[in-house]
């Protein structure tokens, strides 16, 4: 059974920092891309940074680009997400997600809230 857990998330004042972990099982991570997506209240969901295998190659939104930045240790099976310099804007719920076996996995995501 796909599982991706997240974890991280909190309440931070704008221009501050926090890091997102996901722990994946369930499937070959080490194999796999992974991605960040987000979802604000009432809005749809936002792809954010997506990272290949083997972590040579990392895409980012325009919206954290030079703000974010995605890694992953495949011997933890843990995705990351270190995210500087946050917004109001980013407010959300983070979601790591992986498509495998045909179908695309989400966890249950992180709640991650700029304010002060």
């Known amino acids: 059974e796909v599982q991706l857990v997240e974890s991280g998330g909190g309440l931070v004042q704008p221009g501050g920092s926090l890091r997102l972990s996901c722990a994946a099982s369930?499937?070959?991570?080490?194999?796999?891309?992974m991605n960040w997506v987000r979802q604000a209240p009432g809005k749809a969901p936002e792809w954010v940074s997506g990272?290949?295998?083997?972590?040579?190659?990392?895409l980012y939104a325009d919206s954290v680009k030079g703000r974010f930045t995605i890694s992953r240790d495949n011997a933890k099976k843990t995705l990351y997400l270190q995210m500087n310099s946050l917004k109001p804007e980013d407010t959300a719920v983070y979601y790591c997600?992986?498509?495998?076996?045909?179908?695309?996995?989400r966890g249950q995501g992180t709640q991650v809230t700029v304010s002060s």
């Open positions: 997600s992986v498509t495998t076996r045909g179908k695309n996995y």
């Open positions: 369930g499937f070959s991570f080490g194999r796999h891309y």
């Open positions: 990272i290949n295998n083997s972590a040579e190659n990392t």
